[in-house]
């Protein structure tokens, strides 16, 4: 039947994550539990018996298959390592900027003993600095060293979200890789058709689920049973926007092609609602359209009465 037969949820654990309080849920009591003074045994706290017939729970789930009814988490064992790589990259590379920020310098031909009760960082940071020469007149020499680079390690992670982006279906563009060439509209739309596909396929696993827990909501508030439902009632169904959020340009171009295939369409509150118009619009432009036939019916009348009159001088006034 694709139902629950039961469930509980975790309500209330203490300071150390240890489990405090739980819910159990069937299909014609919801049980309350606690745990007790000693901190070893659950006791039943609370029973609330409840009239809907069913589990008052929903499974929303991710990718459902025959051996996994509950689908699988969108974080992958793949996803959680990419994530590592990178918090241990932008680690290598905080650490990293400290050096490639102050270049080495070596000072050839020095008393060493100059060097070691000299003030290293005065000197980095100074704007004159004076080394003197040697007993035997030899000048030391300063050489610097060439600071590294962060660029390996911003390759690294480009590296990274390019990978995340392929296990996760997101364009690189919404992981803040910026191209050196903007993609175009069909590249952008390209990018994002395995993420829509996703949120589809997503909306379609879910739809049940969501079905059932409107039915639920509208039991408790009639106070009866899911399969006490009117007919109406059953037929409260989701309805999902287009996971693409095409362009309202583009809606209504589809809208106008539909039409001219379909004529019918146009008196229909579907082409209303695939142009982008919500419900309250809908209504709204239905009800001004009713007002203005009515009024066109008014002209209409009004204007064939007073031909009839202009033709025919005896009238009867209260006509």
């Known amino acids: 039947t694709k139902d629950i037969k039961a469930g509980f949820a975790v309500t209330d654990v203490d300071d150390n994550g240890e489990l405090t309080e739980f819910t159990c849920y069937f299909k014609d009591r919801i049980v309350v539990c606690s745990r007790g003074e000693s901190g070893k045994q659950f006791s039943v706290d609370e029973v609330i018996p409840h009239i809907l017939g069913v589990v008052p729970m929903v499974a929303l789930v991710h990718r459902p298959e025959l051996g996994r009814p509950f689908g699988r988490s969108r974080l992958t064992r793949a996803v959680m ?10 680690l290598r590379a905080e650490v990293g900027a400290e050096f490639f920020t102050a ?13 070691e009760e000299a003030d290293k960082l005065r000197m980095y940071m100074g704007s004159i600095n004076l080394i003197s020469s040697d007993e035997n007149g030899d000048t030391p020499s300063v050489v610097q060293l060439p ?16 990978q995340f ?8 563009s919404s992981l803040g890789i910026v191209q050196d060439n903007p993609s175009s509209a069909d590249a952008m739309k390209t990018a994002r058709d395995d993420l829509v596909i996703e949120a589809q396929t997503l909306n379609t696993s879910n739809s049940l689920g969501l079905e059932k827990l409107a039915h639920m909501i509208l039991a408790l508030k009639s106070n009866v049973s899911v399969f006490g439902l009117s007919y109406a009632e059953r037929q409260v ?22 039409i001219s295939a379909f004529p019918f369409l146009a008196d229909t509150n579907l082409a209303l609602t695939e142009a982008g118009f919500d419900m309250d619009q809908v209504k709204e ?11 066109e019916l ?17 009238v009867d006034v209260e006509e």
């Open 103 to 115: 270049p080495q310098r070596w000072v050839l031909g020095a008393d060493e003993k100059m060097i």
């Open 285 to 295: 432009l239905q009800q001004e359209r009713g007002s203005a036939h009515v009024r």
């Open 147 to 162: 600071a590294g680079s962060i660029d390996q390690h911003t390759n690294y992670l480009r590296a990274l979200a390019t």
């Open 298 to 314: 008014m002209n209409y009348s009004l204007a064939g009465k007073s031909l009839a009159t202009s033709k025919d001088v005896e």
């Open 165 to 172: 982006a392929g296990e996760t279906g997101l364009p690189l």
């Open 237 to 258: 169904k989701p309805k999902f926007l287009n996971p693409a959020m095409p362009s309202s340009v583009a809606r209504a171009d589809t809208i106008v092609k539909l």
């Open 81 to 90: 390592s990419i994530i590592d790589s990178a918090v241990r990259a932008r």
